[in-house]
């Protein structure tokens, strides 16, 4: 016998026992999606879970009582990876790791079990089958005694191994190859991943052990898998970069145990992943001759800084209506820039084309980038190029004025170790000037104006 299941509108939470395209209460199309109701065997999935796993108490407790536990995180070898979750696997976590498919996030996943040679790794495939994971394996040329690969689909046979292994960590490749016996539907509909993911979490749970689950995005995003998921997972790792670029870029978009705001950045390589961990030296051209339009931003991400390069060109409209695009850069942010430099500087730039483009494929949040956007537009405009020494740190305001950003002395300290002579910040910043700071010229701009003259004279 089979589970009973009812179907909802996901839009409005309307009910019907057989699934209908479009809603008839609230007339959205395609939102009803078949949930659990009841379980055919009630003691049958729990009983799964209860076997060797410790059980939590159900009493409500009071807040002071809890006794504060200090953090045993997992420690990892892979320093981007850990880095980008706060700084190792908290156990017990789940951990939903996307990215369209043949970015590398196998390859990522188990390179990690391989390196972690004190851990036990259980690694589950549903996509692969063992020989092709050992030929993975061999390429990447790890090795780990402790590394279990279970080739299986069934969320109830992975609950009864994980239970009789006892591993350290949990990889499940991919969440949309997994089923629960208890439901009907197919492996990768959107019940199923809900359902396996709801008892995974509680195997996380109850065991302590963590799950990394890998899961398959579309470039349109359209699979809604990882979708519903990323309400329940502790943390969502996303893995993006150009299929035909090396460089991987690892962020994460949710995390309950850290910061979002860390990137981690991988180069694929013939032999598995390499962490990157001097990001500026690949984000910025080498090259001799200054050309126009060129500037070098110092960025942070995270907490760590990283100096990018920004290319504007600027040219007279062709056709009628002038065209503004930016790559890694919010276009709104852009006209907002170019209105700046048009009615507080007195730049003609409303009649231009204007083209931003931000190296390495990264897309850029940081204020700081700001100062360096305008003077590449303002060194092609003029078509004078700014000296590749030179770098800049400063968030543009509505005024034309250049206001601070945060961290300012880690900025400065990476522009001087990575060779720069000037740097051009806020004259408003309020730094303590790092006695090792020797070579670097700092140069305090409250203008554009001010900034403009200083550069183009
Ligand atoms: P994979 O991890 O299978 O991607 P995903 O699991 O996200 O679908 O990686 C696929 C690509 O990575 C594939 O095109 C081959 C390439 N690759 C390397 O370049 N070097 C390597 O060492 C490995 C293992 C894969
Ligand atoms: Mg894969």
């Excluded at 016998?1 to 057989?18: L, R, V």
């Excluded at 045993?72 to 789940?94: A, C, F, H, T, W």
């Excluded at 083209?355 to 078509?383: T, Y």
Aim: with cysteine; aromatic share 6%; net charge neutral.
């Amino acid at each position: 016998m089979k589970a009973k299941t009812i179907f909802f509108c996901q839009h409005c939470g309307a009910q019907s026992p057989k699934w209908i395209g479009k809603c008839p209460s609230c007339n959205e199309w395609n939102t009803y999606v078949e949930e659990l109701v009841q379980k055919n065997e009630p003691g049958m999935a729990q009983a799964l879970f209860q076997t060797s796993f410790n059980k939590k108490s159900s009493e409500a407790v009071l807040i002071h009582e809890i006794g504060e536990q200090s953090e045993n995180r997992v420690i990892i070898q892979d320093k981007e990876l850990s880095r980008v979750l706060g700084g190792g696997i908290v156990p017990g976590s789940m951990v939903l790791f996307g990215g369209e498919p043949g970015i590398g996030k196998s390859t990522l996943m188990l390179q990690v079990a391989l390196q972690e040679k004190n851990l036990k790794v259980l690694y589950i495939s549903g996509e692969e089958s063992e020989q092709q994971i050992k030929m993975r394996a061999t390429r990447i040329g790890l090795q780990n005694k402790q590394c279990y690969i279970y080739t299986e689909t069934s969320t109830h046979s992975i609950i009864a191994k994980a239970d009789q292994i006892k591993p350290d960590i949990i990889v499940v490749d991919s969440i949309q190859t997994l089923y629960s016996p208890v439901l009907e539907s197919s492996a990768g509909s959107v019940s199923q991943i809900r359902q396996c993911s709801a008892e995974l979490m509680k195997l996380a749970k109850e065991s302590a052990v963590p799950i990394f689950l890998i899961g398959h995005i579309t470039k349109d995003g359209s699979l809604a898998g990882p979708k519903v998921l990323e309400h329940i997972v502790d943390t969502v790792l996303q893995f993006e970069g150009e299929r035909n670029h090396v460089y991987r870029l690892l962020r994460t978009t949710k995390n309950r145990f850290g910061s979002t705001n860390e990137l981690g950045i991988y180069e694929m390589q013939g032999n598995g992943l390499r962490e990157v961990n001097n990001p500026s030296e690949i984000l910025i051209t080498a090259r001799e001759d200054n050309v126009s339009g060129v500037t070098i931003a110092a960025t942070l991400e995270g907490l760590r800084p990283m100096l990018i390069e920004t290319q504007a060109l600027v040219s007279t409209a062709a056709y009628g209506t002038p065209q503004r695009s930016a790559t890694g850069y919010d276009l709104r942010r852009l006209n907002m820039l170019l209105a700046v430099l048009e009615k507080r500087c007195g730049f003609r730039l409303g009649i231009k084309d204007v083209f931003l483009n931000i190296a390495g494929g990264l897309k850029v949040e940081d204020p700081a980038i700001d100062l360096a956007l305008v003077c590449a537009i303002l060194s092609s405009n003029e078509d004078i190029a700014i000296d590749h020494k030179i770098c800049f740190a400063g968030e543009v305001g509505l005024s034309g004025e250049i206001r601070p950003v945060t961290r300012i002395e880690q900025r400065i300290a990476e522009a001087e170790r990575l060779g720069f002579e000037q740097i051009y910040i806020s004259k408003f910043s309020k730094f303590k000037a790092p006695s090792d700071i020797s070579k670097i010229e700092i140069i305090q701009v409250s203008k554009i104006q001010d900034t403009f003259s200083l550069l183009f004279g």
